[in-house]
């Protein structure tokens, strides 16, 4: 089966802890995303990458890492910086030709950090 | 910066009764336009997309949305809800970096 996955599906982290989240595809796609999701905000990009071995901020970059040494595989780490870590992370991929943006979403972690 | 509305945050109906979901864009360029459905506890998928051609566009589960670019408007609409179509729906647009920009959602709940 193709497709997206996130895991863990549900993450706990003490305050001042950093956590990586793991996000991997099978789709063959060149980009990929970093979300949050907050209620009554939508989604937000975090950061994007386009290639392996680049990536770029997006809105809410502050607080957050990632890397891409791998096409499939675009981990995001949640750094003690970011001052409001508890949300949803979701992470997409689509391809980098002409699909108009139409991403592909995984399950999305739950992030909860006391 | 490109920002989509979304004016009903929180829309409760019946079911058979008809819905419209708004949604407006700001950018006065191309853009390509999405419904994203998150139903409860399940990814984030695409429900249609317009990229040209007709602005009536149809997709999955009796949905269809109409591309008005006068209004820069997006609307999801179905004619009959069902129970089942009790999810978040995000409007989506693609002003052509391969990067979309959200909606804040709005949340149906269809009562049986």
């Known amino acids: 089966d193709g497709g997206i996955t996130q895991s863990p599906k549900y993450l706990f982290r003490k305050e001042g802890q950093n956590v990586t989240l793991s996000c991997e595809q099978n789709l063959n796609h060149d980009a990929m995303y970093w979300y949050r999701q907050d209620p009554g905000q939508g989604l937000r990009l975090i950061y994007y990458?386009?290639?392996?071995?680049?990536?770029q901020k997006g809105d809410i970059a502050e607080g957050y890492s990632v890397s891409r040494e791998k096409k499939e595989s675009f981990p995001l780490t949640v750094t003690s910086a970011q001052k409001n870590p508890t949300a949803f992370y979701l992470c997409?991929?689509?391809?980098?030709?002409?699909?108009?943006?139409?991403?592909?979403f995984g399950p999305g972690t739950r992030l909860t950090v006391t | 910066a490109q920002s989509v509305s979304q004016h009903n945050h929180h829309v409760i109906l019946s079911e058979a009764a008809s819905l419209e979901l708004g949604c407006n864009y700001s950018y006065g360029g191309t853009v390509n336009l999405f419904w994203y459905v998150q139903y409860p506890g399940q990814h984030l998928q695409l429900l249609l997309k317009y990229f040209s051609g007709d602005p009536l566009v149809k997709g999955i589960k009796g949905f269809e949305a109409e591309f008005i670019k006068s209004k820069f408007s997006f609307n999801l609409r179905k004619p009959s809800v069902q129970w089942s179509d009790t999810a978040e729906y995000f409007c989506a647009v693609n002003t052509g970096f391969q990067k979309l920009v959200f909606g804040t959602g709005t949340r149906l709940l269809v009562s049986p």
């Open positions: 997409a991929s689509s391809t980098s030709g002409t699909n108009g943006g139409e991403q592909y």
């Open positions: 990458s386009q290639i392996v071995n680049d990536f």
